[in-house]
């Protein structure tokens, strides 16, 4: 009988693109949901856990019997700090100490995570991821665990480069005066990717970094220039100043407020963007398991932007 892999936010973006792989590779799955996804064909079947993260016997339930947990769930925007804290760190804590008490003996628990929560300081979100992985860290050998921390992930569905891709498209790219930061980046079949290679070649324990394997990561005027060659457009840089960031994300945080839905633009979010240096600078988890070329940025954003327009998202 093939393994059972337990899934947390396989309905997101990245985990759509997981589960594809792992039925193509004949695993069973199953599936914490609230509601009732669209799901590829699979043989077996995937099996769907009817809950949420707050549901201590839905988790119980999803990792039942399990041998591989993949937790990719996470809050990336929310209104008040106890909201990532409730996702970020909490929910791990739960799942992870589900995985211990009702998963196969020697089960495996892969938390990904965010390059973000190697600045702790920066944002309530960094802060919370970190605080997550150290939570998972802490149970020792109750728990087999490894933890990846992904850089920026685009491709085929994703809708947060997508504005990106808008702006590019009306001719502009948005960046912060002065230095050009270096951003890691990664295509969601690569991710997904070592993702399946986790489970088959199990590294140690431990915080792993991954990206496309561009040494010093990418600028945001290369990507500019990469989204324009791909889209056939000319890309004019416009240069924000500081302030300007920090004005804009109060008062997208006042907005958030007033409607209840919180915003993906805020001061903690400003401060990632304005940190210097997200490049990769731990390329164990590669050499562990010896991926092969990545997809580079030029394949991967032509694909991107083709799927966008064959979709009408552009």
């Known amino acids: 009988m093939s393994r059972l892999v337990a899934v947390t936010g396989a309905t997101g973006f990245i985990g759509q693109h997981l589960i594809r792989q792992l039925a193509s590779r004949g695993y ?5 949901v609230r509601g009732l996804p669209s799901l590829p064909a699979s043989d077996p079947p995937v099996e769907l856990q009817p ?3 707050r549901d201590r016997t839905a988790l119980a339930r999803l990792v039942e019997g399990a041998d591989v947990v993949l937790h990719l769930a996470g809050a990336i925007k929310a209104l008040a700090d106890s909201d ?27 938390l990904v995570s965010s390059l973000a929560a190697r600045e702790p300081a920066l944002s309530t ?15 020792g050998q109750r728990q087999r665990h490894v933890i990846v921390r992904a850089p920026a992930v685009y491709g085929p569905g994703d809708r947060e480069t997508l504005v990106f891709f808008k702006a590019a498209a009306r001719g ?40 496309d394997g561009t040494e010093g990561g990418h600028t945001l005027r290369s990507m500019a220039a990469t989204a324009a060659e791909v889209m056939g457009r000319k890309v004019r840089i416009a240069k924000l100043p500081h302030r300007v960031l920090r004005g804009y ?8 407020r007033l409607s209840g839905q919180p915003a993906i633009v805020s001061s903690g979010k400003v401060r990632e963007l304005l940190h210097p240096d997200w490049s990769v600078r731990d390329r164990r988890l590669a050499a562990w398991l010896q991926l092969g070329p990545a997809i580079d940025l030029r394949t991967g954003f032509t694909e991107t932007v083709e799927w966008y327009r064959a979709h009408r998202w552009l």
């Open 125 to 139: 979100y960094a802060a919370t991821k970190r605080a997550g992985e150290d939570g998972l860290a802490a149970l």
């Open 172 to 211: 502009w790219s948005m960046v912060p005066a002065g230095t050009d930061g270096r951003v890691a980046m990664i295509h969601v079949h690569d991710l997904c990717a070592a993702l399946v290679g986790i489970i088959e070649r199990p590294p140690p324990d431990g915080v792993y970094e991954i990206d």
């Open 249 to 256: 994300a109060a008062m997208q945080q006042f907005a958030a």
């Open 84 to 110: 990532f804290r409730a996702v970020n760190v909490d929910a791990v804590a739960a799942l992870a100490e589900a995985t211990a008490r009702h998963a196969r003996p020697d089960a495996q628990f892969v």
């Open 51 to 53: 809950g949420d993260l």
């Open 28 to 32: 069973r799955l199953r599936l914490l």
